[in-house]
């Protein structure tokens, strides 16, 4: 199936399909956020998540109750797991590279490796990621680490996917929506009641997380042909969405990691 073929079928909202998928995204719930009510749809379907989604300066964790990191981590697992589980997917295929939350962008040619290998492994047809929206920092290191695998890979490569969460916007974050690139239209799956239902029940699974998924649209989801991103760039002007956090990470330092990255990559440039 031709990219075109595969985007009609996927924007009608119905049918399986036997073809691998594999959704390569930073924290437990952006799956759910992304295209949580899609996953029945594929068959032979794999989630790699690049953090545990517990920060490690303790915050979360505390805010939360948990004693620690480590159990605030196994408890964004256990969330993750009865999402899926909703979904029809086991936990043997949810991987995850244990990075700590918000950490993701501080060695990009490492997770850059590690998920081509896991890539050239699974042979998925099906590749989808995060759009490079500056809206969180382990979103945009994880679009980048996927592209950067990408090209360290010899064809054939997957269909490369991606998914919106949220960025910064004149009046506000926008969620759910993509920032316009030109030629590249996103797919919009109004979902059905049942598959609208499946999200909901899917998102409250994360309940360390409702507090933040609740401003998420429920009702359709977002997906598009991931552009060639210029990642020394920054992915929309003004202040990035994240740049408003104190999570000590701007997106001139974002963009500085990624330039060394390429370099050290062998890459030298934007994909």
């Not at 239902?197 to 042909?225: H, N, S, W, Y």
């Amino acid at each position: 199936m031709d990219s075109a073929g595969f985007l009609s079928w996927l924007g009608s909202g119905t049918g399986v399909t036997e073809l691998p998928l594999l959704i390569v995204v930073a924290h437990p719930d952006d799956e759910a956020i992304g295209l949580g009510a899609q996953l029945p749809r594929f068959r032979d379907a794999a989630i790699l998540h690049v953090t545990d989604g517990a920060p490690r300066d303790g915050r979360d964790a505390a805010m939360h109750g948990f004693a620690d990191t480590g159990a605030y981590a196994a408890a964004r697992r256990a969330e993750l797991l009865a999402a899926l589980e909703l979904a029809g997917i086991d936990a043997d295929r949810a991987l995850g590279l244990g990075i700590p939350d918000q950490q993701a962008a501080l060695n990009l040619p490492d997770l850059a490796r590690r998920i081509a290998g896991i890539v050239a492994e699974k042979c998925p047809t099906i590749l989808v990621t995060h759009a490079y929206e500056g809206g969180h920092p382990d979103h945009d290191a994880t679009a980048f680490a996927v592209h950067a695998a990408l090209r360290l890979l010899t064809a054939p490569r997957p269909m490369l996917l991606e998914i919106a969460c949220y960025h910064a916007g004149p009046d506000g974050i926008v969620f759910g929506r993509f920032l316009p690139v030109d030629g590249c239209d996103p797919v919009v799956i109004t979902l059905s009641p049942q598959a609208h239902a499946l999200k909901q029940r899917m998102i409250g699974c994360f309940t360390t997380q409702r507090e933040v998924l609740t401003p998420f649209p429920t009702d359709f989801e977002c997906l598009r042909l991931a552009p060639h991103y210029d990642f020394i760039r920054p992915p929309h002007p003004g202040q990035l969405q994240y740049e408003n956090l104190p999570w000590g990470l701007t997106g001139k330092h974002f963009r500085r990691l990624a330039a060394q990255a390429l370099q050290e990559l062998g890459m030298g440039s934007a994909s």
